[in-house]
């Protein structure tokens, strides 16, 4: 007999395993989209040139939702197998994107923040053109409105992938304690209580033992009642 382990749950009910297959499916489809984008855009920089940083940005960017999708596709497969070791190396992608996300979102918002307010104003008049509805009041306003959703998209992402590492974490341990459950071997209890039961020696081998019967008592004489001994 086995023992039974409990599934682990995300967001109060939901099943690990329900979860790791949604995000390895989103992760899949999502990752190899933006991969392609970012691999077709590097085949154009021959025809549009970008600075230095920009190019390894890019590659870096590319590269990165490569492995993602390539591992989403194992981690979705081990989910449906309940494999182990593809469910670890899921994990490990989302904690690597993870952090080149954290990493490359940081120096995004250090960078738009870090860009002088006048200088974004007078980019954003002369984008405008002639436009009379554009003003410099309406350029800071909208200057800090942008800065605010950038915050707040990337703070909402970042947990987002945080709490899926979580889970797929936590279905990666329920595989583990049902691996461990599938080696433990549980030895069901009888009626009797060994605790209380009085085992002799030759008790063991009763009923069919002949020295437990009364009558070949040590100190009863053959054919001798053994009552009448005293």
Known sequence: MSVSVRSRKFCCCLPVRLGVLVLSLVAMIGGSFVAAVGWIQVSQLAQHPREKSEEIALYIHSAMFTILGVLSILGFLGAVIKN????????????????????????????????NTQDAIARCLSEAGNDTNVTADSCRSGLAIVKGLMVAVYVITWLIQLYAYFVVERYAEQL????MAKNTVVIPRTGVDMGTAQVTTYGSFAPSYPFTEPRNAYGVGRGQDPSQNV
Request: net charge negative; no cysteine.
């Open 84 to 115: 182990r070791g593809m469910i670890s190396s899921f994990a490990v992608a989302l904690a690597i994107h993870l952090g080149f996300s954290v990493a490359s979102g940081a120096f995004t918002l250090y960078t738009v923040f870090k860009e």
């Open 176 to 179: 583990d304690d049902e691996d």
